[in-house]
Each structure stands twice: as structure tokens, then as C-alpha cells.
């Protein structure tokens, strides 16, 4: 949308004020702070860290991506007990005639060495939308004073911060966001859990281990566990329930928890970490080395690195929430409103710290809409948190959008109709059973006309395919608008239109 001017009168009560104030430089500060810059209000944004992007661009959704595309260019099925048997593009290309390659082991620091200067990039690309947009960037830890002042101290000497200097200082504004987002959640009560790490450490690691237990059943443990095993190393996942993937529709749980077990990852059910122990005295996180798991259970697994994946937790600690009275859940998170409004009327919450739907793309989408109705005229604009697609990059990939089956029913009941369809994707024609991956799709309708209200695929594409349906359904398509559809054929796609 063009732009329309506001009118700033920041430069009236004095150098150090701004009409906006963000804390935090991840996905959705930027997005809330570019674009209230673009309407011409006066903005800073405070990032405690070094650099900008927060943790999709750092060490979540961008490098995560980039080794699940090396895991799919080598991932390993269980073969006999001298070898394993190679699939995906590598060895798969066998399959259609070409001669087989001769595999080799993983060049990891090469990987990571190119995956962080990707990541560098990345960051000065940030860096300079900021500075195009005439936003300020300032490096430091920010905390409230008062519901209009932020206190920032130096987290970096000044010759490494932006806009910064070695002194604590202060800065007003007339609106605060709060967008600091989350960060991985470490157990207390196991014994030995400094020898494990969590998500995050899985991008600090130098060496590919050759043997890993990750703890979780969400879908960051999920993709890490599958990244682990297709690069080569004995996997083993440990969840706390019977199944993986709890807020998914069990059509997606089932169907990768047992692809994941045939893959050769060893999932331990209903069991957690009791105690981590090792003989190696002076350890480093970023390298592997032997320790030995206890389960709950009473099994021991040795391993040479342990990946906490249980969760993630608001980063709402010392940010001086208590001076300015803003409400938080027990658990940390901000309660906003609608319209991403605190209980304090001139501050704001976006991204993870507000606990709903924790995606990159919501965070910008809800950044941009809060600038636009404050500082852009566009009355009543707000982020509507329904029918948000989102997608895992298991093996294979799982693509989904509304109310899985047990949602819709409780919602729904008797109303509902379920369509379902499995099967092999072509791409899989000239290979071994063994080698196969299962596709499966679930259509959920409700009502006579049958509106979908949700959409759920696992299956070779289904990360790429589900966008495109998700704006079907956010418009509120019919089951029939589905049939009435031409299929493109042949693609997996297809049967998403022709199920019956």
C-alpha cells in the first residue's frame, strides 16, 4: 500500500524522543518498525544482540532450512547391519538410470561455515532496509522506567553497537512495542542437564555427532531429530506421550511418527531424561562427546550430544515490566488484545512474547497492520489469527492450515465431514518399498455446503503446495469450489481437488 504521511511531532520533545519505540530487532519489531517509518513517524529499535533478524533469520527458520535441504540431499533408511541404504537425491537418482554415487561422509564445518556467512548476509541486508527506512537502530538491553521511557544498557563495547555508546542511557517515546520473542526452555529438574543444549546449540555445533538424543515432541524436536538422522547420525527421540506432534491432526502424527521409525530414528514413548552423565572432565556444548542417558524408565542410551526441544518461553524477565503494570500470563507472555494493545494503552505486544501462533510471518503480518492503523489511517487494520498455514520440515514435509479433525468436532460436531486420501507420489515409481515415502491429505468440511475448514498434507511437496490453498480457505471456499477446480495432473496436488 502507498504510504500516507504523518505528520511527526517528535523533533518538539527533543533529540532523544520518537513517536515509536520498539524493543527487540526480530521479525516483527522490524516489521512494525519499517513500516511506521515509511509513514513517516520518527522509530527506534533496540536489539540487545549483535544483529538483527531475532531467531527465524539467526537460529530458527532460515538456517534450520538450509540443513533440512542437506538432509534431503542425504538421508539414510536402516539397511543391513554392515551398511545403511542411501536414499534421496543422492542415491535416488539411481533409480531413473544414472549411475549410483558413490557416498561420502558430511563436510559439517564446510556446511556450517557457508550456512553462517548466508546467515552474515542476511544481517546486513537487514541492516540496510533499517537504515533505508531512516529507522534507528540502537544496540543495547532496554527496560521500562515509565510507560513512555526505556533505560538501555550496553550489551556490546561501542566500537560493535549501532547508534550506541558505553554508557546506560535513556530514551522516550510516545508508543512502546515490546517484540523480544521467545527462547528455548531448558529443564531444572534433570541431573547432568548442563550437558545437554538446546536449539539454538544446534547451530553453534562444529561436528556432525554420531549419535544424538533429542528431547521433545514438537515440531522443532521433530526437524532437528529428522535432520540429525539423514546426515548420518543414530537418533533418538524422546517424548514425554504416546505420539509426536500433539497440536497436529493425527492424520499428520501417525503418519510421520511411522515414517520416522522406519527412517531407523529410535522414538522412546512416554519417557523422560532422569539424569546425563560423562567421564570428560573439560567438555565443550559445540563439540561431541560421550555421555550416557537415563530414562525415567530406567533405559540408559550413550551419546555423544543431548538436544533439549521441549519448548519455548517469552523473554519478559528483566525487562522492568513491573514498572509500567503491563499484565503477563503465568507463564510470561503478554495479554494483548485484538489489536496487539497491552492493559497499558500506549504499549504493545507482537510475536512470540504475545504467545499466539508463534510464526515468523504472523509477527511481521501483525507488526505491519499494528503501523498501519496508528500511523498509516487505516482504521480498525489488525491481524486476524484464523486459518494460519504453517508447515514442518519433517521427512517427509508436512503442509496444514485450520482445525485439525478432533477441533472441528468439538466445535462442530455431527456437522462435519472428513475427506481422506493416501498414497505413493510418482516421484517414488521406480523405486524400492523401502525407499518409499507415504503421502496422506485430509479434508475437513462442515456444514450443507460444506465450507473447509481445514486442510492437513504430509507428503513429498507439501511444504510448497499448501499455500496456495491456504488462500482458497481463508476466503472461505466449499468443498464444491474445490471440485470445481480443474486438477493438474499429474502432480500430488491434484488430489487435494478431486477427493471424494
Not at 561422509?105 to 561455515?113: A, G, N
Not at 477441533?407 to 523405486?431: L, N
Amino acid at each position: 500500500m502507498a504510504p500516507v504521511p504523518f505528520t511527526s511531532q517528535a523533533a518538539t520533545k527533543g533529540p532523544n524522543h520518537y513517536d515509536l519505540l520498539v524493543i527487540g530487532g526480530g521479525s516483527g519489531g522490524l516489521g512494525a518498525a519499517r513500516r511506521a517509518a515509511q509513514y513517516g513517524a520518527k522509530v527506534a529499535i533496540i536489539e540487545e544482540t549483535w544483529r538483527l533478524g531475532g531467531t527465524c533469520v539467526n537460529v530458527g527458520c532460515v538456517p534450520k532450512k538450509l540443513m533440512w535441504h542437506a538432509a534431503d540431499l542425504r538421508s539414510v533408511f536402516p539397511g543391513p547391519p554392515s551398511k545403511h541404504r542411501i536414499r534421496e537425491k543422492l542415491h535416488q537418482s539411481k533409480s531413473y538410470g544414472f549411475p549410483e554415487v558413490v557416498d561420502r561422509e558430511l563436510d559439517w564445518p564446510s556446511l556450517k561455515e557457508k550456512r553462517d556467512k548466508y546467515i552474515q548476509r542476511l544481517n546486513g541486508i537487514y541492516e540496510r532496509n533499517v537504515a533505508n527506512d531512516k529507522v534507528e537502530y540502537l544496540t543495547g538491553h532496554a527496560k521500562f522506567v515509565n510507560n513512555t521511557t526505556l533505560e538501555i544498557v550496553p550489551t556490546y563495547p561501542e566500537s560493535k553497537a549501532h547508534g550506541g555508546a558505553d554508557e546506560v542511557r535513556q530514551v522516550t517515546g510516545d508508543r512502546i512495542v515490546i517484540a523480544v520473542g521467545g527462547t528455548p526452555t531448558i529443564p531444572e529438574n534433570i541431573e547432568g542437564r548442563e550437558l545437554g543444549f538446546d536449539s539454538d546449540g544446534f547451530f553453534l555445533l562444529k561436528e556432525l555427532p554420531k549419535r544424538v538424543v533429542v528431547v521433545g515432541a514438537g515440531y522443532i524436536a521433530v526437524e532437528l531429530a529428522g535432520i540429525f538422522n539423514a546426515l548420518g547420525s543414530e537418533t533418538h527421540l524422546l517424548i514425554r506421550k504416546e505420539k509426536i506432534l500433539k497440536a497436529f491432526d493425527p492424520l499428520l502424527q501417525d503418519t510421520l511418527q511411522k515414517q520416522m521409525e522406519k527412517t531407523g530414528i529410535k522414538i522412546h514413548t512416554e519417557t523422560q531424561i532422569k539424569k546425563i552423565t560423562t567421564d570428560v572432565k573439560d567438555y565443550d556444548l559445540t563439540l561431541p562427546f560421550p555421555k550416557t542417558v537415563t530414562t525415567t524408565k530406567g533405559d540408559t542410551i550413550e551419546t555423544d550430544a543431548v538436544l533439549f526441544a521441549i519448548g519455548r518461553h517469552s523473554m519478559t524477565d528483566n525487562l522492568g515490566i513491573e514498572n509500567v503494570g503491563v499484565k503477563l500470563e503465568k507463564n510470561g507472555d503478554v495479554i494483548v488484545d485484538e489489536y496487539q494493545t497491552t492493559n497499558v494503552d500506549n504499549i504493545f505486544a507482537i510475536g512470540d512474547v504475545q504467545g499466539k501462533e508463534l510464526l515468523t510471518p504472523v509477527a511481521i503480518a501483525a507488526g505491519r497492520r499494528l503501523s498501519n492503523r496508528i500511523y498509516g489511517g487505516v482504521a480498525g487494520d489488525k491481524l486476524d489469527y484464523t486459518d494460519v498455514p504453517t508447515v514442518v520440515f519433517s521427512h517427509p514435509t508436512i503442509g496444514t492450515v485450520g482445525l485439525t479433525e478432533p477441533q472441528a468436532r468439538e466445535k462442530y460436531g455431527d456437522t462435519i465431514k472428513v475427506y481422506k486420501s493416501t498414497f505413493t507420489s510418482m516421484y517414488y515409481a521406480f523405486m524400492d518399498p523401502e525407499e518409499k515415502e507415504p503421502t496422506a491429505m485430509k479434508l475437513i468440511v462442515q456444514g450443507e455446503n460444506e465450507k473447509v475448514v481445514g486442510l492437513h498434507l504430509i507428503g513429498v511437496g507439501s511444504d510448497e503446495m499448501l499455500q496456495g490453498f491456504a488462500v482458497a480457505i481463508k476466503m472461505g471456499a466449499t468443498k464444491a469450489d474445490f471440485d470445481n477446480t480443474v486438477a493438474i495432473h499429474p502432480t500430488s496436488a491434484e488430489e487435494v481437488v478431486t477427493m471424494r
